[in-house]
């Protein structure tokens, strides 16, 4: 065969497998695009600040944002808990500044028990959420498997399986504290310096300091900070219970936030001054 022809067909056939591809990836059948994922703050108090898609905003509760590349940066004496379209909740301490660099979800699967189950989570996942200052608690549903979701700050870096955690972090040092769950962590992302955490262990990164390099210690979780980490997680699994996200089953299919409302109002009932004891 001459050359020419035989590079000619070569290029040919190329082109025909790449135009084919294209034309096979724009006609997916329906049902195979993911949706983007959401976040939803059942609390904002104080001033902090939301950035998404290059605007700010200012944090209100029962709004709703697309997850991915969205920053939240609390200012002083403000706090914010919000939840993710997957189930997980998140406080956002005073002085912390968290950002999602990669959140995906996968499809929400008609008739399935995990899409109408707050305990469950509706379906796989994979997050990367990057904590420059500050703290945060987090507090997860059952992850599907296969889910990803790891927090890293600039010293360390944790992966979550399911629990109810803290991670604390300044240029000194990350702490991070396991109340229950499954969970590692590792100094940056060196998986040969990695550690599996116990419910009650404290793991402390320490920033490279005189000479020596990163290092990490593991302890028990000081008797005395137990109060105020179960305070800030249990803030973030009350979060939870605020919104429950369901999705259309259109091709580009679209996950929406519900607030919950309880069974039973609570009734405001009003006394009259002259009916309370010792009126006059």
């Not at 028990?113 to 796989?124: D, H, K």
């Not at 259109?250 to 309370?276: H, Y």
Request: hydrophobic residues 35%.
């Amino acid at each position: 065969m001459n050359s020419k022809l035989s590079t000619s067909f070569v290029t040919a056939l190329l082109i025909a497998v790449l135009v084919g591809s294209v034309n096979g990836q724009q006609n997916l059948p329906p049902g195979n695009k993911a949706p983007t994922s959401k976040i939803y703050f059942s609390e904002a108090q104080g001033e902090s600040a939301i950035i998404s898609h290059g605007v700010t905003y200012t944090a209100q509760q029962a709004k709703s944002f697309e997850a991915p590349g969205t920053v939240i940066e609390t200012k002083e004496k403000a706090r914010d808990a919000f939840v993710y379209s997957n189930g997980t909740g998140i406080v956002v301490e005073q002085n912390t500044r968290l950002q999602v660099d990669h959140f995906t979800q996968e499809r929400f699967q008609s008739n399935s028990p995990t899409r109408t189950n707050p305990e469950i989570e509706p379906s796989v996942s994979h997050s990367d959420v990057r904590v420059t200052q500050g703290a945060i608690g987090i507090c997860t549903n059952q992850l599907a498997a296969g889910t990803t979701m790891v927090y890293s700050t600039s010293l360390a870096e944790v992966r979550i399986r399911h629990g109810r955690l803290s991670i604390d972090t300044s240029t000194d040092e990350t702490i991070v504290d396991l109340l229950e769950g499954d969970v590692t962590v590792s100094i940056g992302a060196l998986p040969k310096q990695a550690q599996v955490l116990q419910p009650g262990d404290r793991a402390i990164i320490h920033a490279a300091k005189d000479g020596q390099p990163v290092s990490m210690t593991i302890s028990q979780t000081p008797k005395e900070s137990l109060q105020a980490l179960d305070e800030r997680t249990t803030i973030a699994c009350n979060a939870k219970k605020t919104v429950f996200f369901d999705a259309n089953d259109a091709a580009d299919q679209e996950i929406t936030p519900n607030p919950t409302v309880p069974a039973q109002l609570p009734k405001n009932i009003t006394v009259s001054p002259d009916r309370l004891p010792g009126t006059p």
